[in-house]
């Protein structure tokens, strides 16, 4: 057998070994998240703003955590100069003599 056929079996073998839990967790993923769903959207709005501000508190809290320590320096942008419109038009050619 060459190497490919030995790779191919494997990548082969791999796929149905690991493809089943994957296909299962993401599976039981979306029904989890299916199920949320329909309980949010049963609650009062008081409750519902209650669960959006903890939600938005943990993703502040995790980009806070996510940023490194060093300080940016500033990014200077050159601008541009703004033409004249006519400027920016062709100049016409004259006409040759006859």
């Known amino acids: 057998m060459k ?6 079996a ?10 089943q ?3 299962t967790f993401l599976g039981g993923l979306t029904l989890l998240l299916g199920a949320g769903a ?3 959207r049963d609650l009062p709005p008081a409750s519902q703003d209650a669960v959006e501000r ?3 508190s943990w993703l502040r809290r995790g980009r806070v955590k996510a940023e490194p320590d060093l300080e940016r320096p500033p990014i200077r ?7 004249p419109r006519e400027a920016s038009l ?3 050619s004259k006409p040759a003599p006859r």
């Open 90 to 92: 062709p100049v016409p």
């Open 3 to 8: 190497i490919r056929h030995i790779l191919l």
């Open 54 to 56: 903890r939600v938005l």
């Open 21 to 23: 839990p994957l296909m």
């Open 77 to 83: 942008r050159r601008r541009t100069p703004n033409l």
């Open 38 to 40: 329909f309980i949010f």
């Open 10 to 19: 494997l990548s082969a073998l791999l796929a149905i070994a690991f493809m």
